[in-house]
């Protein structure tokens, strides 16, 4: 069964930067992608970043240029930076995990930003 940890979340005012980490029980090549979502309260679930088995990117189109998302295939982990966070980026962050048509999720970590 594959697990998936989030390490990291907080508090954060307006303009500050924040690391997410997110630490596979297995192999991160194992999986066709990994990656964020996020959800604020009374919204459904939304892409912030992927990065694919062959280190290929996405962001949504609000995170360009101020999120970047990486890896470490030794130590398993996929992180996400966010810089220039801003009051509307408030929400619980999911790491996700995909392997064929199984997609696995961790158990999120809350990221707040205000002032």
């Known amino acids: 069964q594959v697990q998936l940890v989030e390490i990291g979340g907080g508090l954060v005012q307006p303009g500050g930067s924040l690391r997410l980490s997110c630490r596979a029980s297995e192999n991160i090549f194992n999986f066709n992608y990994m990656g964020w979502y996020r959800q604020a309260p009374g919204k459904e679930r939304e892409l912030v970043a992927t990065i694919n088995v062959g280190g290929n990117t996405r962001f949504a189109d609000s995170e360009k240029g101020r999120f970047t998302i990486s890896r470490n295939s030794e130590q398993k982990m996929v992180y996400l930076q966010m810089n220039n966070l801003k009051p509307e980026d408030t929400a619980v962050y999911y790491c996700?995990?995909?392997?064929?048509?199984?997609?696995?999720w961790g158990q999120g970590t809350q990221v707040t930003v205000s002032s």
């Open positions: 996700t995990a995909n392997i064929m048509t199984s997609n696995y």
